[in-house]
Nanobody, 131 residues
Framework: QVQLVESGGGLVQSGDSLRLSCVAH????????LAWFRHTPGKEREFVAAISTRGDLTYYGDSVSGRFAISRDNGENTKNTVYLQMNRLKPEDTAGYYC?????????????????????WGQGTQVTVFS
């Protein structure tokens, strides 16, 4: 069964760090770029970061560039894991964070930051940052 499972969210103070993990179950994810999006009720889903199939290409949303870092571990068998290291967190980073498997271009990277190009989603993990 194809599945994405996130973990690592929590309640932290402004300036702290968190690392989110997303375990991708299924061999097909080895050939998919993986991305993180975040969502706050009343707002549109926002692109956070993405990484190519081989992990050699990364992209970041403007609001997190320089503070967040995405990486992936293409493990053996059928388990892949993508991480989101979040540093210098701000209250405006408070949101539900979702991992997604997206459409790939010829380089194995995302084709767009539009969430509509991602077809498999995890259940999300909540990050709350207080000042």
């Amino acid at each position: 069964q194809v599945q994405l499972v996130e973990s690592g969210g929590g309640l932290v103070q402004s300036g702290d760090s968190l690392r989110l993990s997303c375990v991708a179950h299924g061999r097909t994810f080895m050939n998919r770029p993986l991305a993180w999006f975040r969502h706050t009720p009343g707002k549109e889903r926002e692109f956070v970061a993405a990484i190519s199939t081989r992990g050699d290409l990364t992209y970041y949303g403007d609001s997190v560039s320089g503070r967040f870092a995405i990486s992936r571990d293409n493990g053996e068998n059928t388990k892949n894991t993508v991480y989101l290291q979040m540093n210098r967190l701000k209250p405006e980073d408070t949101a539900g964070y979702y991992c997604a498997a997206c459409r790939a271009d010829i380089l194995g990277s995302i084709t767009s930051t539009d969430p509509a190009t991602c077809d498999v989603w995890g259940q999300g993990t909540q990050v709350t940052v207080f000042s």
